[in-house]
């Protein structure tokens, strides 16, 4: 068996995107690297971040998890925050992953990093500047580092520029999650650094949709008319408010069709919008679920009407929510309210779906009227979902991973024909 060494931060069972991005990710890849085995890394359960207890069944029979004590909390600066610590999570996965492959002999085949948060990415690079230099690297990123728009502060800014610049020398490959996201990072950088880029996007698995049913509280009382449904964290940077304001303005303009449209609501809730449905009126069209297993959001997106994606409020967002590809993947109108000038922008309007500015209260209460009446336009065409399929992404990543691994052994078999495409 081949090993391969994968730093993640995020795994199961914490259920965030970025944990559901790493399982999707090697359950794609397993079919096409029949004779690898993956050691994955990645933090344990914490108080903060929900868990998803059937998470890890969907990794692939190959994957072995070994677990590390989740960053710290209490008084830290914001990049310690950001990225960990020299002190926490990062240099405890170095440890880690040189004590899994003591031996000179031993050493992994590659090393897979997965970034968001940095301190996986930031983990494979203590290891191949250290123990592990002549084994190839594959660093992937699903978010800014240094233009990241939530990190306003200079000082972090600088920071996180300068480890960015480190893993883009010294990674084999770089993967990002959308051409935008690439073009936006490796802006004005060395031409070596593009020309070791691939561009491939989160996956969808179609086989997981019918695994489990609706949630218990969404499946005890059927409801009248459409649902439209959000799945995800609802937080300071992605407010409900223009959603609220949204239904508050159509139950005004259109009063008849107020009760043919119900909204779920089902994620994570920041404390500071508790009773704010009940503020702005519209109490009695909202359903709040708490977060629910994996494979039950998968059930939710195929129960609803239409399929609701909030962005943040930022300008010229290059961030792929790998939300949006479950989205794509249930086959469900989407709506999304978003920024213009931003990715999921561009992807709505390339798929034919309508989005809304995250400002424009008038054109949110415009769709969610268009829904309660029943007007609905169609899901995505289907020639859209096949860069995001399972099989296309999974093929993509063994194709690149075996590169690397036979550009340093030529003996290795295992998809070694197969050519990545940038």
Known sequence: MTPILVISYEGPPRLTHCSLATTKALAAVQPFLEHVVFDLLCAS???????????????????????IDPFQKGRQTILQRIIGG?????????????????AEHKKPALIYSRSHPPASNLAALDLVNGPFQSVPWVAEFNEPWR????????VTRAALGRYERQVFDAATRL???SEALRDSMLAGGDETWLAKAHVIPPAYNSEWYGKAGLPILLSQKKPTGKVIAHLGTLHPFRKPHILYEGIARMRHLHPGLAA????WLVGSLDVSFANLEVEAGVAEHVRFVSPVPYLESL???????????????????????????????ARKPILAITSRGSLTAR???????????CSDGDAVAAQLRRVASGELWAAPADTFLNDYRSDTVGRKLAALISSCIADVNPAYIPGANQNPEP
């Not at 359960?45 to 998890?65: F, H, K, M």
């Open 260 to 263: 043919e449209l119900s909204l």
């Open 45 to 67: 359960i914490s108080e903060d971040v929900s868990v998803d207890e059937g998470l890890e069944t969907l990794l692939p029979e190959s994957a072995r998890v070994h677990r």
């Open 347 to 357: 992807l709505m309007d390339a798929w034919g779906q309508p989005w809304c500015d």
């Open 175 to 177: 993967v990002f999650t």
């Open 86 to 102: 020299q002190g926490g999570w990062q240099n405890a996965a170095v440890g880690k992953g040189a004590a899994l492959f003591p």
């Open 299 to 329: 059930a939710v997106m195929k129960a609803a009407d239409v399929l609701l994606l909030v962005d943040p409020p930022v300008k010229k967002n290059v961030i792929l929510p790998s939300k949006l590809i479950d989205y794509l993947g």
């Open 147 to 154: 233009g990241n728009p939530f990190y306003k502060s200079p």
